[in-house]
């Protein structure tokens, strides 16, 4: 009996039809291949052109366009005045649409207010400002006209010196505060091509799941689970911030702002909590940004009025965590309102 | 060693080939029991000494109360047994339990005994119930005692069921064990059918509504009423697949290797009554409780106070049996009066055969069923009995709060109660994917690249394994 369905050809047929169904489910239900492209001009690897889906966050599609800018097929070509929202994971955005992306509500805001600009996301996973410091000029040359940047300020961390990782650019302290390039290089950028090129990004979840195992025979010893936390790491701020930002005026004429986008409200011991942990911290940067007339923009405000009048989240989607993560529809409107209002 | 580890497969790959090659019999024990204890040591090889103490002790009772036919002597040999077990249990699992449960005596005595940094050894409490059951099976002559003790080391410490069960009987292992061991092919693709599909439930459903149900049950005072439904019942399933899927990945590693392990689950959601419920829940326990605690206590022979009580005891040992803490002891008396309240309602309405039940009734007594259960899940789950109130009131009273509509714990619960609906309906359930139909080895791939494509990142452990 059971050789009738363990034969050859019905392992091979039955394995072909497996394939073929999970091929056919990944592409509704699995992240595209995050694919780099080396960009001359900025010198540095960017998110290859293409459209992107994102499935294990939210649900978002994005045209990804030149210089791995979201949303705009070539910003190059666009003359119009121009507002740059640099960031991280949380201004490339790939949790939401196009459409619901900051750089888009903000344009149709703008336009709906008869200001003629245009904004543009310009954001890549693992920036710090370090990274902006650098972009900063070159982006101005290759797409002029740009009037404003605004920075979005997620974690403190992304401003300190020595980080625990840092992958285009690094902020030192040792032997003198310095900004400093690496040879940071994205893996795999042709073998990930090929296969999104074929919508095959659920066999790169198999190579790279098979690739991270690292197994253990010997047999062990368990412990208690009392993980002790390491001490914070200890830095003079105010040196370390007032280096950072003249070194970030020194790269453009146009005005800065930083827009800090704190990690309130969230869920936590069986209550929403409002308390911004980094208060104190972040007072004194604000304090320093003004010294070097670096515009500050607190989100706080806007966040915890929106969740008390809504009960929606800034942060968060229904697939993944509902209060932590990355911005969603909520968060990215609040802080397009909020830009606006700056504006204005 | 967890079934969901990579180790685990390039071990058991290793395992069969060896055993496929051996050819005596007492070779491939020997293989296996070192394989078992390889297996258990993984984990913590200072672990092993208390499985190696189990064994030596009730093989050596066994033999003992073979020879031995005064019943007072036979008497003293039985509560050996029991008190080497139950103290090694006792200790490792409930003495801080005791210990800060009986505080308040203790500070009225002036006595301040502290708590230990215990760690509890993986799969103790169903070893430890596999050993005394057979212990008491011989003392009550069911049995024949076991006199090799490289069969009997092999009953005690035989990997696919010891950290998570099912709770195997010595009358249904031992008598295997007597036979030699043969690799067959369909052996190997039974096996592998069961172990595949318990991998799906456990890795693809259980560990991706944990995310879910974790969150929840840390904050069920933030949530609203829907968003409270949606985790009870996704808490509900995801247990359900956790432990089922667990069983049917040992049943499976079993059937490979060539043993057969009764099965553990039998869609216990589609139970019309808690009585029923618990013929098709963790089988293997609560039989294991129904004949080594509720009849010796004088099961429903006593009268009816006395099988009130006797339940109400029953029940409330096998949730202590599930964890050192409160909210497992109310969700085992919670079980006893349901139990209770069932036995009253079948005695005063007599039951009709289901035949001649309608529809409707059916159907009402399926949902008070189903509801008692999840209700008893919400004390299961929670971390204090506080929360369990907060939750079961939020269930009943419409409260406002935070909606989170989880849209995979969403399709996992509606797919689930088609999956059931379909079961019921079904015919022969005892297949749901037969091994002959040719649909079969693709499903089995197509589970395997969801398994692999969708998995959770992180550890996530069996929740079974903290009992």
């Known amino acids: ?344 | 060693m967890l079934f969901t580890q990579i180790e685990f497969f390039i071990f058991f790959i290793i395992l069969i080939i060896l055993l496929a090659i051996s050819r005596q019999k007492n070779d491939q024990k020997i293989i296996l029991v070192f394989a078992s204890y390889y297996f258990y040591a993984y984990w913590d090889y200072r672990f092993l000494s208390l499985i190696m103490l189990t064994t030596i002790t009730d093989y050596m009772v066994g033999l003992c109360l073979k020879s031995q036919n005064i019943i007072f002597y036979r008497r003293i040999l039985l509560c050996i047994s029991l008190f080497i077990n139950l103290s090694i249990l006792c200790f490792f699992k409930y003495y801080n339990f005791f210990i800060e449960s009986l505080s308040g005596i203790f500070n009225l005595l002036n006595l301040s005994p502290g708590t230990l940094d215990l760690i509890l050894p993986l799969g103790i409490s169903f070893y430890t119930f596999k050993s005394i059951s057979y212990s008491i099976d011989v003392f009550n002559k069911k049995i024949e005692p076991c006199t090799s003790f490289l069969d009997y080391a092999l009953f005690v410490s035989f990997f696919p069921p010891l950290l998570a069960g099912p709770i195997v009987r010595a009358s249904h292992l031992l008598p295997q064990l007597k036979t030699k061991i043969k690799i067959t092919q369909n052996n190997i693709l039974q096996g592998l059918r069961l172990f595949i599909f318990g991998l799906f439930l456990k890795v693809f459903i259980a560990d991706r509504l944990g995310l879910f149900v974790d969150i929840f049950f840390e904050n069920p005072n933030v949530f609203d009423s829907i968003t409270t439904w949606i985790a009870v019942l996704s808490y509900s399933t995801q247990i359900y697949f956790d432990f089922a899927g667990y069983s049917s990945m040992a049943i499976g590693t079993a059937k490979m290797i060539g043993y057969d392990i009764e099965i553990n689950f039998d869609f216990p959601y589609l139970s019309k009554s808690i009585v029923e419920f618990w013929r098709r829940w963790h089988i293997s326990l609560s039989f294991w409780i129904r004949d080594y605690v509720y009849i010796p206590l004088g099961g429903n022979k006593l009268g009816k106070s006395r099988t009130y009580i006797n339940l109400l005891v029953a029940m409330t040992i096998c949730g202590l049996w599930h964890g050192a803490a409160w909210t497992f002891v109310f969700w085992g008396f919670y079980h006893g009066v349901l139990l209770m309240f069932n036995r009253i309602y079948s005695k005063t309405h007599k039951e009709r055969p289901s035949s001649h039940q309608t529809n409707f009734t059916i159907f009402f007594n399926w949902l008070i069923t189903i509801t008692g259960v999840v209700i008893g899940w919400v004390f299961f789950r929670v971390d204090n009995l506080s929360y369990a109130l907060v939750i079961i009131k939020k269930m009943f009273i419409p409260s406002p709060g935070i909606a989170w509509s989880h849209p995979f714990a969403i399709f996992i619960i509606i797919s689930t109660l088609f999956f059931h609906i379909f079961v019921y309906f079904k015919k022969n359930r005892t297949e749901v994917l037969p091994l002959h139909a040719k649909h079969t080895i693709a499903a089995l791939f197509c589970m395997a690249w969801l398994i692999i494509v969708f998995h959770p990142k992180g550890f996530h452990p069996f929740i079974y394994f903290q009992f």
């Open chain 1, 1 to 344: 009996m059971s050789c009738a369905i363990l034969n050859f050809k019905n392992l091979i047929f039955s394995f072909i039809i497996s394939f073929l169904l999970i091929w056919a489910a990944s592409y509704f239900l699995v992240d595209s291949l995050h694919v780099y492209e080396y960009s001359e001009k900025l010198e540095m690897y960017v998110s290859s052109p293409g459209v992107f889906k994102f499935r294990s966050e939210g649900n978002g599609i994005t045209h990804i366009g030149l210089y791995g800018i979201n949303a705009i097929p070539d910003i190059t070509k666009i003359k119009q005045n121009k507002i740059a929202i640099w960031g991280d994971s949380c201004s490339e955005a790939w949790q939401v649409d196009d459409n619901k992306k900051m750089s888009q509500i903000l344009t149709k805001l703008c336009a709906a207010n008869d200001i003629d600009l245009i904004a543009f996301n310009i954001g890549l996973s693992g920036n710090n400002t370090t990274d902006y410091y650098f972009s900063i000029p070159k982006i101005e040359h290759f797409a002029p006209s740009i009037k404003k940047h605004y920075i979005l300020l997620t974690a403190l961390k992304d401003t300190l010196p020595d980080p625990d990782n840092a992958y285009r650019s690094v902020f030192l302290s040792d032997p003198e505060y310095r900004l400093a390039k690496t040879n940071w290089k994205p893996k795999f950028i042709k073998r990930k091509a090929i296969l999104e090129q074929f919508k095959l990004g659920f066999v790169w979840n198999l190579t790279s799941s098979i690739s991270q195992l690292s197994p253990r025979f010997k047999p062990g010893i368990s412990t208690q689970n009392n993980k002790i936390s390491s001490p914070e790491k200890q830095y003079n701020y105010q040196v370390a911030w007032n280096f950072l930002l003249n070194k970030l005026k020194e790269q453009t004429d146009n005005p800065i702002a930083f827009v800090y986008c704190p990690l309130i409200p969230i869920i936590k011991n069986n209550q929403i909590q409002y308390k911004d942990e980094n208060k104190n911290r972040i007072a004194l940067f604000k304090e320093i940004c003004a010294t070097h007339n670096v515009e500050f923009i607190d989100m706080t405000g806007y966040f915890i009025n929106e969740f008390k009048k809504t009960n929606k989240f800034p942060r968060g989607f229904c697939n993944t965590k509902i209060d932590k993560g990355h911005f969603n529809e909520t968060g990215h409107r609040l802080i397009a309102e909020a830009i606006l209002n700056h504006i204005n």
